[in-house]
């Protein structure tokens, strides 16, 4: 079956501009109609050309519909495999948007050799009773109707699955060509409507030009407009009014433009929703026939960036030497290329632009900065502030305003993540990401893609509600940016709530619906302030019974994976540090104040902080509430962190992490080998390090992205040699009064944990 740039939406057209799975209404024909329509090359066919055939299969197809490109290579090779035994296809076109020369297009990329009729003014269509595409008619050797419907049931109302259970269109032909009774005779119909012709109303008060065509410049065409992913183009009265009927459907469903936010909560800055003005002119014009109207009154063309939306990066980097080649059809797992950018610094980014080589397959890309000892692993969920810049369909590229950047450490590669949706022939793609650097004289705050996530669920079979949760705490006083929750195929809803230091609560994001097929972000209009002591709670719910039809699998007890079959439960955050100036070098502002305190003698660790000591090994939540005492003493203090080594295996038992972090990768286990941080496990002197980016072991490659210095305590819990590790943003944050202070405390985590 089938981040943050703080923009960020995709399309998925295969499900969204097809219709429901509702069986027509409209007669449909029991006798086969005799029809004369003429091919793409000016040939002219009868039905009476066929009479000799024993089975004669009628699907009406349309030559934009992505249902429709996703079957044909399927319908001409039941069409070769079938010819020899009696079984003739023919496909009619009865769109009044698809022209001749797109219909011979369609036929040479499809490969498609059967007949592939033009029916001007969908005549034949209406003496079929068809009323969408791709629809099938299979009729018996005295033209009687004995199958209708469709093809099969791999692609469904936005779902695609990993294969079919019933091939209704070829178990019909089978029975008929055995002379047996057909199961299935009639099923519902899953495609895009006909482009019908309408007669317009010449005194509708809505018109394209006047009305129509300002709402899809504002609302569509970045997707539906030549050479973007959108299958079809809306940019001219010709283009749309062939789909006028299909976008009243999907907009009167809500399935277009994408959006799945709850509006009751929430002021987002990409708010892809029509409003109740724009929608009803939508239907006016619809109902009234689709009129042009007076075509001076035409807005202006829209223009579009040609190149880079950015301007012209500093640094282009390809996924790949060689192109990636997507099949046909079926699913493609995600795919995964590492690539040495070069980087002997740190680089600051302040633009960044993925670019699609091949927009017609690629469904998003997702591009992370990780250390050399990450190479080759996955994207997802590696780090915690790796998410350098992601893209999609209608997505804006990453333009982080004045002062703000993102940061790549020096020695980093990039991990592109590709997802691939087939769409009926195969392609290649060689797509790349663009960068622009920022000068770090002026980069006043980072910004980092955080995550509160659950990565320890295990969904029962069957359940069709199952609630996962996690929490993170901000420890600083946080500007939140964006949200990008993400979990895949048995995702049900997603909720992101604050609670604040004064217990009052705040939904911040409702997604009552989520949708994997729309890979959404939510940007504020404006930061959102998370006082320090605000908990972030994300509340994920699934559905693994079998009435959700993209579950892959209802028997299966599901867990965390990284593809689409299995689960994750991550909710990502944009966001920068309230009081953070790195212009001003606040590399040592909390350091400075917490020596000047001391100095003054007013620095003193209070009994409440001794206290949670105590109990602070017992869960992450504990070491957390140490954590938030410990700001009021040690200042720069932005992690602590308990780790073991357990045989050959080193163990991250607890974690509190300021910043807006998660878990920060609590209950990770790794091979011990190699660690420094095993090193100080197994010794018996205090280590503090100024610039942990000297330091040359994996452990502090990846934790070195995030924190400047370091100092670490050698302790046993019950006998398990262990580590207690402070961490700050700060260079240099572990002066010797700092280092006494901590290693006193440290020396009184060693407590039985439960």
Not at 398 to 420: D, E, T
Not at 465 to 484: G, I, K, R, Y
Not at 574 to 592: F, I
Not at 650 to 657: D, W
Request: charged share 25%; net charge negative.
């Amino acid at each position: 079956m089938k981040r943050i740039a703080l923009v960020l939406f995709t399309c998925s057209f295969v499900g969204f501009l097809l219709g429901d799975e509702q069986s027509s209404t409209t007669q449909v024909a029991n006798i086969a109609p005799t029809f004369s329509l003429g091919d793409f090359r000016g040939k002219q066919w009868s039905s009476d050309d066929f009479s000799a055939q024993r089975v004669l299969v009628v699907a009406f197809l349309g030559t934009e519909c992505p249902i429709v490109q996703l079957y044909s290579q399927r319908l001409q090779e039941m069409s070769d495999e079938l010819s020899e035994r009696g079984v003739a296809f023919i496909g009619i076109n009865p769109n009044q948007q698809d022209s001749l020369s797109e219909l011979a297009h369609f036929a040479k990329t499809h490969a498609i050799t059967f007949p592939l009729l033009k029916d001007p003014g969908n005549r034949v269509a209406d003496q079929f009773g068809a009323t969408r595409t791709p629809e099938v008619f299979v009729y018996d050797e005295a033209r009687q109707l004995r199958y209708h419907g469709r093809i099969d049931d791999q692609y469904t109302y936005g779902i695609q699955r990993p294969k079919v259970e019933h091939e209704y269109l070829r178990e019909a032909i089978d029975a008929l060509l055995a002379d047996k009774p057909i199961a299935i005779a009639d099923t519902e119909i899953i495609g895009c409507l006909i482009g019908r012709v309408a007669e317009p109303d010449p005194n509708s008060d809505v018109t394209y030009s006047k009305h129509i065509s300002r709402i899809f410049q504002r609302r569509c065409v970045e997707c539906h407009r030549e050479g973007e992913i959108a299958p079809f183009s809306l940019t001219s009265y010709d283009d749309a009014a062939g789909w006028a009927e299909m976008i009243a459907e999907v907009v009167d469903q809500q399935r277009m433009p994408p959006w799945h936010a709850n509006p009751k909560h929430g002021d987002f800055a990409n708010d892809a929703r029509l409003t109740d003005e724009e929608k009803q002119q939508i239907n006016d014009w619809v109902a009234s026939g689709s009129p042009e109207g007076d075509r001076s009154d035409l807005p202006p063309p829209r223009t579009y960036v040609e190149g880079w939306r950015i301007g012209t990066p500093d640094l282009i980097v390809k996924m790949s030497e060689k192109p990636f080649k997507v099949p046909a059809e079926g699913e493609v797992r995600y795919q995964y290329f590492t690539v040495d950018p070069g980087f002997t610094e740190d680089k600051w980014v302040k633009a960044a632009e993925c670019r699609p080589g091949n927009r017609a397959v690629v469904h998003h890309i997702i591009v992370a900065a990780g250390s050399p000892e990450q190479a080759g692993k996955r994207a997802h969920g590696n780090l915690e502030s790796d998410w350098l810049a992601a893209t999609a369909p209608g997505a804006q590229p990453m333009m982080l305003p004045n002062g703000l950047a993102k940061r790549i450490p020096a020695g980093s590669r990039l991990v592109f993540q590709m997802h691939y949706t087939p769409n009926g022939t195969a392609q290649e793609d060689l797509s790349s990401i663009g960068l622009i650097f920022a000068d770090p004289k002026t980069v006043k705050r980072e910004v980092v893609t955080q995550k509160a996530a659950q990565p320890r669920f295990q969904i029962p079979p069957g359940a069709d509600n199952h609630e996962v949760t996690a929490q993170t705490t901000f420890h600083q006083d946080t500007l939140m940016l964006a949200m990008f929750p993400h979990m895949h195929l048995r995702g049900k809803s997603f909720r992101y709530t604050a609670t604040y230091p004064d217990k009052s609560e705040e939904i911040l994001l409702d997604v009552p619906h989520y949708d994997f097929n729309w890979q959404n972000a939510y940007a504020f209009k404006e930061p959102k302030l998370m006082p320090a002591g605000t908990k972030l709670t994300c509340v994920a719910h699934y559905d693994n019974s079998a009435a959700n039809l993209s579950n892959p699998d209802p028997t299966a007890s599901v867990r965390w994976g990284d593809q689409t079959w299995e689960e994750m439960m991550i909710g990502y955050f944009d966001m920068v540090l309230a009081d953070q100036d790195l212009s001003k070098n606040p590399l040592t502002r909390r350091t400075d104040d917490f020596l000047k305190q001391y100095a003054a003698g007013t620095t003193t660790v209070p009994a409440q902080v001794q206290q949670f000591a105590s109990s602070a090994l017992e869960s992450d939540e504990s070491l957390r509430r140490l954590g938030a005492e410990l700001l009021k003493v040690v200042p720069q203090v932005d992690r602590v962190d308990w780790i073991a080594v357990e045989g050959r295996t080193l163990h991250v038992r607890r974690v509190a992490q300021s910043g807006g972090a998660g878990q920060g990768a609590s209950g990770l286990k790794v091979p011990a080998a190699k660690l420094r941080l095993a090193e100080y496990a197994e010794g018996n002197t205090t280590v503090v390090h100024a610039k942990t980016s000297e330091v040359d072991a994996p452990d502090f490659k990846l934790l070195g992205r995030l924190f400047a210095s370091s100092m670490h305590v050698p302790v046993k819990v019950e006998g398990v040699p262990a580590v207690i590790s402070f961490w700050s943003t700060e260079l240099d944050a572990f002066p010797a009064e700092a280092v006494g202070i901590l290693e006193g405390l440290a020396k009184q985590l060693n407590t039985k944990p439960r």
